[in-house]
Structure formats: C-alpha cells, structure tokens
C-alpha cells in the first residue's frame, strides 16, 4: 500500500472517533506484562592461547512490554512498547587488566575502561494499523521468520527497527512483508546498521517478503526471498508435514537456502567480503536439511542432516555480538554452517507431564559436522552436545517460575575455532500487569 494512501486510510478513520472513543478502545484491548529473568553464564575455552580462556557472568534482566488494542473504524490504530533494563550482578575485571582472571563482556556491554556496564537498557516503541487482518507495525520489531529470527539467548533479547505488513485476508495463506533499517546488539543500548560475518561494511537496507500456506491440515509450506543490501540475496524453501502413525506423530522439516552475491560484495568491493573458504569474500551458499521427529506419550527423538554447499558460509545477519540462523543446527554454542560442512543431529526429550510431573521437561542433543572446507588437513570436523532441564512451577506463591539448566560442550578440528564448554542457569517470571 502506499504512503499516501495508508495516510489518507488512517486519516478517514480517525474523522468520526472522539478522543475519548479512541483512547477507551486503545486501552480496553491492552495487554501488559513485565518478564524478569536472572541469568548466570558460564565458558570455558578448553583450547587455544588466549588468555584468559573464562568468562562467568550474573545478571538481572527486566522487560516491560505494553501491547494496545485498535481504536474502531475501518483502520484501526495502536502502538506497542517494549522497554528492556539489564543490571550487572557481577562479572569478570577490565579486558585491560593483566591479571584478570575472567573476561568480561558476554552478558553486559563494555565501558571504555573495558570494565562490563553496571546496567544497559533501551526503550522502543511500535506504531500499528489494521484492517481486516492486515497489520503493518512501523518501529521496533522482533520477527521469527525463515530469514531473520531475534536472537533471544542472552540477558535481554535482540530487536530491530524498521516496518513490516502481515497479513491473514486470504484462506490458509499468511504473507509478511517487511524492511529492517538497524538490529540491537544482546548486550547492547545501541541500535547498528547491519552486515554479516566477514563483512566489517554496515547497510541500512534489509528486505524480506514471503509466505506459508497451509495445503492440507497436515502439510505447511513456505516460500520467503530476502535481501541484504550490497551483500546477498536469498530464497528459501520449507515444508513442514505431520504424520500420525499410531499413539504417535511424526513430524517432518525440510529447509532449502540459496543465497548469492549482491551488490558490492558481488563486485568484491572492500568490506563487503563473506566468510567462506576460497570464495573471494563472495556469498556463494545452499543449504539443504531434513529433520525427523517422532514423539509419542512424552517421548520425542528427532534425526537430522543438513549439508552445505558453495564456497561461502551460511549468511545471515550477524552484527558480530550474537544472532540465529535459521538452521536446524542452530545450537547452544555452534552452528554448524561453515562452507561445505556436512552435519548429522540426534535430539531426544522427554516431557515429564507423561509421568505425573507436569512443568518438567528434559532434552539432550548431538550434531556431529564433517567435511568442512579448509586449507589445513585433517582440520574439518566438530561436534557439540547439548543438555537442558527446564521446570516451571505449577501451584502455589511461585507458581509459573521457570528454571532452566543448560550445559554444552564443543570440541572442534576447524582451525580458528576454539573447544568450549558452557553453562547458563537461568530464573524466569513474567509479571501479567494487564
């Protein structure tokens, strides 16, 4: 829709609402809740010189979210909120101390005397309109889509900024259409342009459109295009089936990527470069998977192989202070997306609701990655194992507290990479205000 017509729309709807009408259906509809969540990080780098090779990290994150209803009308209007405050329980000395026994920085933002941020915080507002159910949302936006998902794993969750339309008017089909301008860091108060890794390059364009249709009650499938300013252009392919077989369901995911070069890193131009091996800086990836899960009573086991081909790596957007991809290898500490790379997953997990323990669930997960492109010998293979244990309170005072337990290890052969063993423990609430 253009400009001048969403104005003159918005305009026309707001002409026969008194001030009073419109304020009262703003906020009848409202919805508000404060999510705490009290993170304890730890990581050990089992290999390479650096030192020190630790960090450990504790904080208290906060995030007041504020969602308004629609004034009535044929366009409805409202505004969305979202205000994020981290505060800093402890963490390592300065990065210039030399005796330091932990790095800091993994969790909260860095002074410039290299000493982490007592406490980090942002506010980002929303505006929004609608007709029928169509939406479009101008200002801060946290989509999870194919080709761009806000990276959540850290003491405040990553957002954007740009504008996006959704819409549900046609039967089965949802189509999503969207800009993003600049992306926040986890550990940040600051809003980047945007690049991916290898590029040092920011842009301030990044397009996507696309949709899911629903083909049968059992068969989803997705088609979305994205692209990258002067970096890359992107297609995916998915489809998402669901089989009953028995007391059971078995669900299968497959996922196709091709992305290319764009722009200036097509014309290999400086700082536009990707990561990859012997690609010239030049995108240059597919990246095809399927992944098979079977659960059935509590029980789930999923199987999977993902295998990337062209000389880059996978690309997305990656500012350099944490993000995700859209892999079904997308793990705890790897990704698995390195030129070439061939990875098999086994996952298994049970919810204990099965067993008269509603609220527990348990997971563990194994990626084994092979044949990555390197100049090095021998230097082509990691894997990573992945436990979790999450609980969250049914009855009494702390009633819906979650705790969540997280170990993982990574041991790599790909030079560059270090061995990592990680633990995050985590304490969650959320806080229904409205």
Excluded: C
Excluded at 151 to 169: E, K, M, Y
Excluded at 342 to 354: H, I, N, Q, V
């Amino acid at each position: 829709m253009k400009r001048h017509t969403l104005a003159s729309a918005i305009a026309a709807s707001l002409f026969g609402l008194s001030h009073s009408a419109a304020a009262s259906a703003l906020i009848e509809n409202s919805k508000a809740t404060l999510d705490t969540r009290n993170f304890y990080f730890n990581q050990d780098n089992r290999s390479g010189d650096a030192a020190p090779s630790y960090g450990e990290e504790w904080g208290q994150g906060f995030v007041l979210s504020f969602q308004s209803g629609y004034t009535e009308g044929a366009v409805g209007l409202g505004f969305d909120a979202i205000a994020q405050l981290g505060i800093r329980l402890d963490s390592g000395g300065r990065t210039s101390k030399a005796d330091r026994s932990r790095n800091p920085g993994n969790l909260f933002p860095l002074d410039s005397n290299g000493r982490a941020a007592d406490e980090f915080s942002r506010i980002d507002f929303a505006a929004k309109a609608r007709i029928a159910n169509t939406e479009l949302r101008y200002g801060v936006l946290q989509p999870k889509l194919p080709v761009l998902t806000y990276n959540d794993g850290r003491l405040l969750p990553q957002t954007f900024r740009g504008a996006q339309i959704s819409s549900g008017d046609i039967d089965k089909l949802k189509l999503t259409i969207g800009e993003i301008r600049q992306a926040s860091g986890r550990a940040s108060s600051d809003y980047d342009d945007l690049r991916i890794a290898g590029g040092s390059e920011r842009v301030d364009r990044f397009r996507y459109a696309g949709g899911d249709y629903v083909l049968t009650e059992n068969l989803t499938t997705s088609y979305y295009f994205a692209e990258l300013k002067d970096y890359y252009r992107q297609h995916y392919l998915g489809a998402v089936h669901n089989l009953a077989l028995g007391d059971g369901k078995l669900t299968t995911d497959l996922r196709y990527f091709d992305s290319n070069a764009h722009g200036a890193n097509d014309d290999q131009r400086a700082g536009y470069g990707a990561s990859g091996f012997n690609n010239n800086g030049e995108v240059d990836n597919q990246a095809a998977s399927a992944l098979f899960t079977f659960s059935q009573s509590g029980h789930s086991l999923g199987l999977g192989y993902q295998h990337l081909s062209g000389n880059s790596n996978f690309p997305f957007i990656n500012n350099g202070d944490g993000a995700t991809a859209y892999l079904i290898t997308d793990s705890q500490i790897g990704k698995f997306q390195r030129a070439g790379e061939r990875t098999w997953l086994a996952r298994y997990g049970y919810d204990f609701a099965a067993a008269g323990v509603p609220g527990l669930k348990a997971t563990a997960s194994y990626l084994r990655g092979t044949d990555v492109d390197s100049a090095v010998a021998g230097a082509d293979s990691e894997w990573e194992r992945d436990l979790r244990v999450d609980y969250k309170v049914q009855s009494g005072y702390l009633k819906d507290l979650g705790i969540s337990l997280r170990h993982a290890s990574l041991r790599s052969e790909v030079a560059g990479q270090r061995d990592v063993d990680e633990v995050r423990a985590i304490l969650s609430y959320s806080f229904v205000l409205r």
